[in-house]
């Protein structure tokens, strides 16, 4: 088989890997959370019967919507998979679309289906969607500063912002991840992912009450496929990003090295392993941290700003 079409398959199963596991990486975070406050919770399989039960039932449209609410879903929905392409899920070495974008690219794509997403929730003339379009236009556009900020910081480090040079950078040098300026950066996205995945601690991600609703009312007026797609788009977005921060920035091992199919599948419990041990973390922070007041969302992320300018200072000075 040529390299280009092993190349090719390799994307395809990265691309499985994310459309079979982001559901149960979903479910697993919901029943720690459950869990950790002393309840039963449902099972961790539970997202995938809720996508299957909704792609099932009808699909009701207003009239009144546009081309937007409809292609909302499907946007929101592809845009992880192309990103998938672009990172190193399986593998550390470069695939064939690994070169098509870097890690600003990445940030952009995912910046695209929030937006169609956004669009879509306000063309339905629902009460909540509108205000729940409004809030997460505001955390986008607080947190698209620090994604910048973020993989400016660590290009200086990599001289690249691709993301697979990044992953072989760090992975070949312990003593760049113990660097002030890359743990800064790491404390920085961090913060940045309990933003955008409402995990920070002033959203609910399963809250459906008005005070709580940032992301939950954008999909309040969807209904069987649509309904169905942007929950598994959600779920995408999770992993993707959990992949970014802990294949790209934090742990960079544990990938496959050759073109073996072996390796390559046994990449992905190795990956799993990874992805659930930062879902611990995550539940930990969201249940471990009193909710704060909406207007304090700015603050947040304007912390998670200034640590990135700060770990760029550091390493601007060459602060070992």
Known sequence: MSPIATHLLINLIQVGFLLVFAPLVEGVLRRLEEIIQGKHGPSIFQPYHDIFK????????????????????????????????????????????????????????????GFFVALAAMDTGNVYGPVGASRTRMVGFLAEPVFMTVFFSVSYVANSTIPYIVNATWAA???????????????????????????????????????????????????????????????????????????????????AATRQWADVFLAIPKVLAKIFLFVIVLAVIETSLAKLRLFRISEFLAAAFVICLFAMGVRLVGIA
């Open 173 to 255: 040098s312990w003593a760049s991840m113990l660097q002030p300026a890359h743990l800064l950066v790491l404390v920085a996205f961090l913060m940045l992912i309990l933003a955008d995945e409402g995990r920070i601690p002033v959203d609910s991600a399963a809250g459906k009450t008005e005070i709580a609703m940032i992301g939950y009312s954008k999909s309040l007026e969807y209904s069987g496929a649509s309904a169905a797609l942007m929950k598994w788009a959600g779920a995408m977005k999770l992993m993707v990003l959990s992949i970014v921060f802990l294949n790209v920035l934090l742990t960079p091992w544990g990938l």
């Open 54 to 113: 909704l792609f099932g039932k009808d699909e009701v449209v207003s009239e009144e919507t546009t081309w937007v609410f409809r292609f909302a879903p499907l946007i929101n929905f592809v845009m992880p998979i192309f990103v998938v392409l672009l990172i190193p899920a399986l593998t550390a070495y470069p695939l064939f679309f690994a070169f098509m974008g870097d890690m600003v690219a990445v940030g952009f794509l995912m910046a695209i289906g």
